[in-house]
């Protein structure tokens, strides 16, 4: 399974952007695929989830503002990042969970979203 991460920049605080992950190899046998972000010098924290029966998971600090979608037909993971926060600040990091979302089995190689206040 490869995850390629695309869609990340830079914007203003209050801005918006959308990251997307183009899954191959197998896809179908993913259970869970994830976001996660690392802010620089900090450790490496889940921001969303979305499970293969469609459940979505959020961490608290982004509820109500990121959206985490699964485009099935076009294997495509999206993250709608709305109001953002210079506290989003990170590299943002596709993750592929083949039986759980609590052990991932592949990572991609992140996209970075800066946010400017």
């Known amino acids: 399974v490869q995850l390629v991460e695309s869609g990340g920049g830079s914007v203003q605080a209050g801005g918006s952007l959308t990251l997307s992950c183009t899954v191959s190899?197998?896809?179908?046998?993913?259970?869970?695929l994830s976001w996660f972000r690392q802010p620089l010098g900090k450790q490496r924290e889940w921001v969303a989830s979305?499970?293969?029966?469609?459940?979505?998971d959020y961490v608290d600090s982004v509820k109500g503002r990121f959206a985490i979608s699964r485009v099935n037909g076009k294997n495509i993971l999206t993250l709608q990042m709305n109001s953002l926060k210079p506290e989003d600040t990170g590299m943002y990091y596709c993750?592929?969970?083949?039986?759980?979302?609590?052990?991932?089995?592949?990572w991609g190689q992140g996209t970075q979203v800066t946010v400017s206040s």
């Open positions: 190899g197998s896809p179908g046998n993913i259970y869970c």
């Open positions: 979305h499970k293969s029966h469609g459940k979505t």
């Open positions: 993750a592929a969970g083949v039986r759980t979302c609590g052990l991932t089995d592949f």
